[in-house]
């Protein structure tokens, strides 16, 4: 079977240097998982595909490690460091290429994965009349030109108007000396910017709805490997015994038995933290707070919970509710329910709406009906984070 046909050869840019703090969480954006692979492996892969060589992929200082484990295995790659903005990673990866210069190069963003052959094949087909060639989109929107930020100043035609994607295209010896020759104090928008200031003209092409950039988390949320909600469950049990403080949800209750336990027992916290953890997929509070480790004894189980919800938040999610059920025979719950509800709210960072506390006996049976102990069960649902 005869494949595509094959392109002009060309040389590729991957601009994957960012932060990408914009999305919550601490991995870099272009390093998470987005429809099943890593961000940057998407564009990498498109790339290679279409025969880019050699490809040069900008990575921030001390990225390597990241950058080599989501490009595992890819092709031939090389790694270099970008600058502090993205103008200099382009810059700094056009001088990457000088010393074997290829004829064309395509800069593109990490950040917009969903890149066609179709796009790539338009882009060098327009090299061949034009030093420059950019995928762009018209603009369906009417716009309104605003000097405050609050008030319209002006309007503006929509027709004359183009959103502009990339990758970007170039002759590659007129995009080096362009960069070369930007003196400007200011940032250029793009790499299209920078030919044409350099007076170079720069062909538009269609650009593709599917090649938008991924910015924020709800673009990762659309996603199987990034679920809009989890949900997750938690089970604890401690014994009473006399001679300990009683601790439930963050609130010390007079009672003549408390929970015996490592840390102080807080059976119903310690539920709550499950839950959560569960959610994430990130153990339970035994991996965290192991009980061997003497640093936890005494320790307030608070702590635990308000770590599993930093870590729910560093996977990109926030508690939508908790549900949690206290199995006792006694001491009686409800009077202490609102103080509860207070106080696993603050832990938890949310609304005391969304806390839901309930208790129940075992009809004397077991060894809750016994008064030997109290079991916590909880559910706790997260949504991903706006
Ligand atoms: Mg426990």
Redesign the pocket.
């Known amino acids: 079977m005869a494949g595509p046909p094959s392109l002009p050869a060309f040389a590729a840019i991957v601009v994957a240097a960012g932060a990408g703090a914009r999305v919550g969480g601490d991995t870099p954006k272009q390093y998470r998982n987005w429809r099943g692979k890593p961000l940057v492996r998407h564009s990498v892969e498109a790339l290679i595909d279409a025969g880019a060589s050699p490809l040069v992929v900008m990575i921030a200082e001390g990225a390597e490690q990241d950058a080599r484990a989501a490009l595992d295995r890819c092709g031939p790659l090389r790694f270099e460091t970008g600058g502090v903005t993205r103008q200099a990673s382009v810059r700094a990866g056009l001088e990457a290429l000088a010393r074997d210069p290829p004829k064309r190069v395509l800069i593109h963003d990490a950040a917009r994965p969903d890149l066609s052959r179709a796009v790539i094949e338009r882009l060098l087909e327009a090299l061949t009349a034009h030093p420059g060639a950019i995928p762009v989109l018209p603009v369906v929107d009417s716009l309104a030109v605003t000097d405050t930020g609050d008030t319209m100043s002006d309007g503006a035609e929509r027709e004359r108007l183009r959103r502009v994607q990339t990758p970007q295209a170039f002759r590659y010896h007129a995009i080096l000396a362009a960069h070369r020759a930007w003196h400007g104090e200011a940032t250029a928008g793009d790499d299209a910017q920078v030919l044409h200031a350099h007076g170079g003209e720069i062909a538009l092409v269609d650009g593709d709805e599917r090649l938008k950039k991924i910015t924020f988390a709800e673009d990762f949320m659309r996603t199987n490997d990034y679920p809009a909600t989890r949900i997750g469950q938690g089970f604890?049990?401690?014994r009473l015994v006399r001679g300990e403080e009683l601790w439930l949800c963050g609130v010390k209750l007079d009672y003549e038995f408390g929970l015996a336990?490592?840390?102080d027992?807080?059976?119903a916290l310690?539920?709550v933290t499950?839950a959560i953890l569960g959610a994430i997929g990130a153990g339970d509070?035994?991996t965290h707070f192991p009980?061997n480790d003497a640093q936890w004894g005494g320790a307030r189980?608070g702590q635990f919970l308000e770590h599993a919800v930093l870590l729910a938040r560093k996977a990109g999610y926030e508690i939508a509710n908790i549900d949690l059920t206290l199995i006792c025979e006694a001491p009686r719950i409800g009077p202490h329910r609102d103080a509860m509800r207070a106080a696993v709210a603050k832990l938890a960072q949310i609304d005391e709406d969304a806390i839901s506390i309930k208790a129940t006996t075992t009809e004397g049976l077991g060894f809750a009906g016994r008064g030997e102990g109290i079991a916590a069960q909880a559910i706790a649902m997260l949504q991903v984070r706006r």
Do not use: E, F, R, T
Request: glycine fraction near 12%.
């Open positions: 604890d049990v401690h336990g490592h840390s027992a807080d059976v310690h539920a499950d509070i035994g009980p189980s």
